[in-house]
C-alpha cells in the first residue's frame, strides 16, 4: 500500500514544483513510489529516505529529483509505504 500524507504533498509544491496543483503532485509522488526498490531505501535519524529521479518533467524539461522521507515499515498501515515529508535533491 501506498500513502502520502498532506504536509508531504504540500512540500512537494513548495519545494519541488510551485504551479502544480495538489491532486498533479499527489499523482507524481504515487506514481513514483511505485518505482522505489527495497535496495535503495537508506536510513535516516528518525525515518528512511529514498532518492528519487521522476520519469516525470519539469517546466525545464528536467525531470524533479527529490528525496522521499518515509515512515518506518511498522508505524505503516497494512505495511505499505507512508510519506511523511519531500526535500529538494
Known amino acids: 500500500m501506498l500513502f502520502v500524507t498532506g504536509h508531504a504533498i504540500h512540500r512537494f509544491i513548495e519545494r519541488i514544483a510551485p504551479y502544480l496543483t495538489y491532486e498533479e503532485a499527489e499523482a507524481i509522488i504515487l506514481e513514483d513510489m511505485k518505482s522505489i526498490r527495497r535496495e535503495s ?12 529521479r521522476s520519469k516525470y518533467l519539469g517546466k525545464q524539461g528536467s525531470p524533479y529529483r527529490y528525496r522521499m522521507f518515509i515512515a518506518p515499515q511498522e508505524q505503516t498501515p497494512e505495511k505499505g509505504y507512508l510519506v511523511v515529508t519531500i526535500h529538494r535533491g
Do not use: E, G
Not at 537508506?42 to 528519487?52: D, E, F, L, T
Open 41 to 52: 531505501i537508506k536510513p535516516s535519524k528518525s525515518n528512511y529516505y529514498v532518492r528519487i
